[in-house]
């Protein structure tokens, strides 16, 4: 499941771009007053103004086996979320080690290292070792009705997970991390789970409005 653009709301444009631009060094490749968007890997990141909007959650996929090169440059840059004291959480199931961190908006960011991809890395982290987009967080009261839409644009496994509370939908390359907004919190710092606006391009096209999957036109 590979993710070309998501696009999120943000309470300060500029706020956003100084932290992605200037503290994490992404390269801004598109800039208007109403919409910033920057390159990481083979996805775009992109920002609209919105007062209104709500926290996320969405990850970056990093090659295999570089979470200690991830987190030692990030620390330079940010305050890195710990799980039970360890600053590495291990994904053990998913053969996977994340890293977390808040940026402007209060979006949980997560760098994830799956050792299931096969791809090659340069020697050192930075910026341009991204590889991809590779979850967007889906708040829900109804967690089989969401899979059953995402269906309906084309078939899509389940990953891990149920319809109860949490069920991580797509493969190693894109995620969607679909939640129970009632029953869940978000990992690691239980931070309340929200509806939120975002619109996702790439092999899955929709807008996500009011809790609701819609067609984009």
């Known amino acids: 499941m590979k993710v070309k653009e998501l696009l999120l709301n943000t309470a300060s444009l500029k706020k956003q771009k100084d ?40 990850a970056f996929n990093i090659p295999p086996f570089y979470e200690n090169k991830a987190l030692l440059w990030l620390k330079k ?35 994830i290292a799956r050792r299931n991809l096969r791809v090659n890395a340069l020697e050192n982290f930075s910026p341009e070792a991204i590889l991809s987009i590779s979850e967007v967080g889906i708040a829900t009261e109804n967690i089989e009705a969401i899979y059953n839409r995402l269906n309906t644009l084309q078939n899509i496994p389940v990953y891990d ?28 710092v239980n931070d309340p789970v929200f509806v939120s606006d975002f619109i996702i391009k790439g092999d899955y096209n929709f807008k996500y409005k009011n809790g609701k999957i819609m067609n984009l036109t």
Do not use: M
């Open 77 to 111: 840059r940010v305050k890195v979320i710990p799980f039970e004291s360890n600053e590495i959480v291990d994904f053990s199931s998913w053969n996977a080690r994340s890293i977390y961190f808040y940026d402007e908006d209060k979006n949980i960011v997560e760098f």
């Open 161 to 188: 997970g149920d319809f109860n509370n949490f069920c991580a939908i797509g493969n190693d390359e894109g995620l969607f991390i679909v939640v129970n907004k009632d029953q869940k919190k978000w990992f690691p």
């Open 19 to 58: 932290f992605y631009k200037e503290r994490l060094s992404f390269k801004l490749i598109y800039e208007t007053p109403t919409k910033i968007s920057f390159e990481t890997g083979k996805s775009i990141l992109s920002f609209i103004e919105n007062k209104h909007y709500k926290p996320y959650h969405f």
